[in-house]
């Protein structure tokens, strides 16, 4: 198999990430729930792990971190749990629909003025139509790269146009951390799933929140703390971390983290390398390629007016993984004229190699000379 679908989930996940899960399996315990010394493990790990992201990804001095279960939810928590009736949200054409749905909800039930900002031919943020949209707003949120065609924001720019305006800034990293190479720290609120280029397993989440960010939690429950209390003060992260905790996965997110921080240049590199020799192929297929920044893995494409989903079904049975369709974006399929047709989407990871994209370039000949 030619699993190049790692923008959804990555493939490859390190010895220590199932270790470390096993290991959770076998030895469960409810953290922050007991006072036995299994409980207390259980609490130090997980709170080992959040001081480590915040570590990477911010300051401890200055952010907080909750756990969620994905990066869909750490999104619905930031929005959600932020705005309130009257704000005005700035978002952009490149946005996945974990950002886009919250929105048009709250802008459906008449809470929100929502902007969205244009994008370029080349499918990045128009920067200036962002800044001219965000006069007034309460909350900028963009991603840190695009999902559909890997095209990288300018999170550094994005957070001066929020704090020329006055407005806090959300970034999806979903396809961005820690793959991209900038300073998240300069955004108020960051989002990331665990099992993507952190190589972790799916079921874990975070939000990364600057301490003078004020949020709603969406569940209530138990936290281990202040039992005797039914409506408790807000307290950063317990009460955003109501009921049981995915222990396991949140130890397996750690130690994934710190392996692909300790192999993150080479990761880089091969990644960004891989890529491009994938867009050659795709080129001298004479596909049309949507990507231009390759530094994330993503190379989206199509062939003339075929469905995208035929061309990912006749590679599927070449054991060959791709996704297809929409990618849950449809402004940037609206902006790139494929709303109808979707695109293909070969998404390369850590663990990629040469020999597989001359598999697939091979595989991609046979199909295309079947349906000429």
Known sequence: MIYLDNAATSRFKPKCVMNALLFDLAHSANAGRSGHSESIAKTILIDDCRTFLLSKLASADEFDLVFTKNCTEALNLAIFGFLQAGNKVVTTKNEHNSVLRPLFKMKKDGLINLEIADTTDDGHIDYEDLKEKSKGAKLIAAGGACNVTGAVADVEKIAKTAKDCGAK???????????????????????IPAHK???GVQGVGALVVKKDVTLRPLLYGGTGARSNELTPNVQMPESFEAGTQFTGGISALCQGAKWTYDNLSAIRKNTFRISKNLEKILKDANATIYTHDFETGVVSFNFSSVDSGFIADELNEYDVCVRSGLHCAPLVHERMGTATQGAVRASVGCDTTDNEINMFANILDKILRKIK
């Open 169 to 191: 800034l959300l970034i999806d990293g979903a396809q961005s951390v820690p793959i991209i190479d900038c300073d998240t720290s300069c955004a108020d609120m960051i989002a």
């Open 197 to 199: 280029g952190l190589h």
